[in-house]
């Protein structure tokens, strides 16, 4: 007992000084006002905490709200600079400053002094279509992100909830059954549908507790049922040219990207980032769990609602407008995790914008590699993230440890 | 005043885990939990942080129901260390102890100057400040501990919840983390399984059994023979030497065996 209280006793800050304040004025003071307060465990304790300090500037700095900032807003920078540089890549022979012309002239500048074909190609398909996938890359990325944290479970992704089998229920129900009479697009229906196997996902897990394990389970069991009812409408009625139609959408496919599908999509995108956001420390709190959240001020129920409903808005939005396109949400989010630490605050911005950069590089590519084939980008995100991934993984496991990379946490 | 319960109780599955039990420490007292395996003490140590809502009773903190004060204002007053904190997430020592600092940031602020020395504070006291860099999961069981206690102080509670926080930790520490506890300004409730510690460290002492508070009061009153075999079912010595003639409990085996036989029959 005396040993415990003589240890603590010297390690409340002394009257005399042996503070920082006085530990960089330097000379004999901090010395001999250490012997004088019996205080050279705390001077030394310290200083050392000092030297930390120095030695973690660099991460403090980036954990630090303008840190978080510039990284930011360097990606925005590197998500704009790949815009621009994948609309010039193809067949049509267009330049950077080409695109700016073009992006000037619509919006109210000088006249662009390109063909009206090569402007077509510019404003007409290839700027939408890359800014779509950097919606969905972005979104994808973000509801991952959130949906491990909040789930709790590293496989979670977008699609677990089970958004995306019933967006491709909804989608063959209108191509290929009709429902609709016409009227419903493919993807009113997408949306239709991944909506409803939300709301029955939302519904099962309610009755069966409401916990974070029934939520997963009620997942997957709609997921289930919906793969199931896609299949059995395919199988039933589909012809061979439907169903190819059908496949390449549920593989994913920017290739009919318009500019209404990338200002909804934007718009959601906007949205949950913000509501996330606001969250970021509340999905901290959830890494020790639900009930250690709550003893730290959350309000886990509402929070957790609030957060699906979100993600799963964005995920049927982004869906319904490019198909399942797998990968991004389930990796990108560790990979995010591995360069910047897991507190939220950066994590979902990161996973954001590196969702995005991944996604117009490798739709570009998905369009160029075959041309005139077009790969289904699903197919060319996992072809071309994994082996990107091992590598970060071995990175991650080899930097482990280093000072650097472990200050950069919450 | 401070956090207070008053006749709470709790129901799972039709059964009452805690049976209305009310407690009322004073600003500063430390209680002690005690009781068997399941009796409950886990339970009323979630009914007072308001992690879990009362079947029937009240909680109030300052004499305002939990629910009332709000799940972010009780979290700035209250801080839980639970018995067991696992986490997937990849987190060093100071990443859990910033944890603590959650319920008094707004959503998109950085941490300020106050977060910075609370978390300083919380890692000095817990003797933590040279393993900041440390990976969690590369803790023990009993390092793991400090760190959720350097995350609680850092929460810089005046009250403050811990289920069994002597679990996993070695006598040297065990006697340090009571003492930073017991000398703190803040009220604490801690479920102990300990009787000697719980002796040592406690102003007062709150006896579970079966859900229900069987006994209460100051360790020297409570901790008596009769209490530790009705409540424990086991025998025991109970006599004042504890330091500052609080009691000191040692157990003695079973009536039916006899010790000496049974160690000469091992040897």
Known sequence: ?410 | MSLSARNVAWRAGGRLVVDGVSLDPRPGQTVGLLGPNGSGKSTLLRLLAGIRATSSGVVTLDGRPLREVGRKAVARRVAVVEQHAETGVELTVEDVVRLGRIPHRGAWAGPGAEDEAAVREAVERTRLADRLDQPWHSLSGGERQRVQIARALAQRPSELLLDEPTNHLDVRHQLELLALVARGPVTAVVALHDLNLAAMFCDHLVVLCQGRAVAAGPPGEVLTEELVAQVYGVRSVVTAEGPGGRPSVRFLPEEETEPRQTAEETS
């Open chain 1, 1 to 410: 007992m005396t040993a415990a209280s003589g240890g603590a006793g010297p390690r409340t800050p002394a009257p005399g000084g042996t503070g920082p304040g006085t530990a960089a004025s330097g000379g004999a003071g901090p010395e001999t006002a250490a012997f004088r307060d019996h205080s050279v465990v705390a001077a030394a304790d310290r200083s050392r905490w000092q030297t930390r300090r120095r030695a973690r500037r660099w991460a403090l700095a980036l954990r630090s709200g303008r840190g978080t900032a510039v990284v930011c807003a360097l990606g925005v920078v590197a998500c704009a600079l790949s815009v621009a540089l994948v609309i010039t890549v193809g067949q049509a022979g267009i330049g950077v400053a080409d695109v700016w012309r073009v992006v000037a002239a619509r919006l109210g500048g000088a006249d662009a002094g390109l063909t009206p074909l090569r402007e077509g190609i510019v404003w007409e398909l290839r700027l939408p279509r890359a800014l779509l996938a950097a919606v969905c890359g972005a979104g994808l990325g973000l509801c991952g992100a959130v949906l491990q944290s909040l789930l709790r479970n590293p496989l979670a992704d977008p699609f677990v909830l089970g958004v995306s089998s019933g967006a491709s229920t909804g989608a063959v129900s209108v191509v290929v059954l009709g429902v609709g009479g016409g009227a419903l697009s493919l993807s009113a229906g997408a949306f239709a549908g991944a909506a409803l196997s939300f709301a029955l996902v939302l519904l099962l897990a309610h009755t069966s507790g409401g916990t974070t394990d029934r939520v997963l389970l009620s997942g997957i069991a709609a997921m289930q049922l919906f793969s199931a009812l896609t299949s059995l409408i395919v199988f039933v009625s589909a012809d061979a040219e439907q169903t190819r139609g059908v496949l390449f959408w549920l593989l994913g496919s920017l290739g009919s990207a318009s500019w209404a599908e990338v200002a909804v999509g934007a718009g959601a995108l906007a949205l949950t980032l913000v509501v996330c956001l606001a969250r970021a420390h509340a999905l901290d709190a959830f890494a020790f769990g639900p009930e250690a959240a709550a003893a730290l001020g959350v309000r886990v129920r509402r929070m957790r609602l609030t957060l699906l409903l979100v993600t799963a808005l964005l995920t049927a939005v982004l869906v319904s407008s490019a198909g399942a396109i797998g990968f991004v949400g389930l990796v990108l989010p560790h990979a995010a995790r591995a360069a910047c630490g897991p507190a939220h605050r950066r994590l979902l911005p990161v996973t954001a914008l590196l969702g995005a950069v991944f996604l117009v590089w490798v739709d570009t590519a998905a369009r160029t590699l075959l041309a005139p084939r077009e790969l289904p980008v699903g197919v060319a995100t996992s072809l071309l993230g994994v082996p990107a991934f091992v590598l970060i993984l071995h990175r991650g496991r080899r930097g482990r440890g280093a000072p650097g990379r472990a200050g950069a946490g919450l």
